[in-house]
């Protein structure tokens, strides 16, 4: 295709009249998206931003976790009544009575 290019004028357009190829070959590459085209863009833009959002919630999570022991087994019977003993709340009378009534029914058991 041949441009017109007239001494100062700076004019650059096409020497003739545009056919129909050459709008054709411009547009050749067929931009236009269906339905489905918007959908499975939409759904994996959404897929996206739901792994980033996850992946920083999980991020954030695991860094700001603290290191707690954790809690062991409740005390037995016996060291509660030990405890109580060495608090003061029950007298040494009490505490061998109740530790013998401890005993006396045999090992605690597990519904």
Sequence with gaps: MMV?????????????PITGEAIV???WFDHDVSGWGWFAISA?????????IAAAVLLLRTLSRTTEPRPGPPPSPEQLLAE???RGDIDEEDYRRRLAALHASGPPTRH
């Excluded at 017109?4 to 003739?16: H, I, L, T």
């Excluded at 994996?44 to 980033?52: S, T």
Aim: aromatic residues 14%; neutral net charge.
């Design 4 to 16: 017109n290019d007239q001494e100062g004028s700076g004019d650059r357009r096409p020497a003739g």
């Design 84 to 86: 109580r003993f060495a």
């Design 44 to 52: 994996g833009m959404i897929a996206f931003w739901a792994l980033i």
């Design 25 to 27: 070959m411009m547009f």
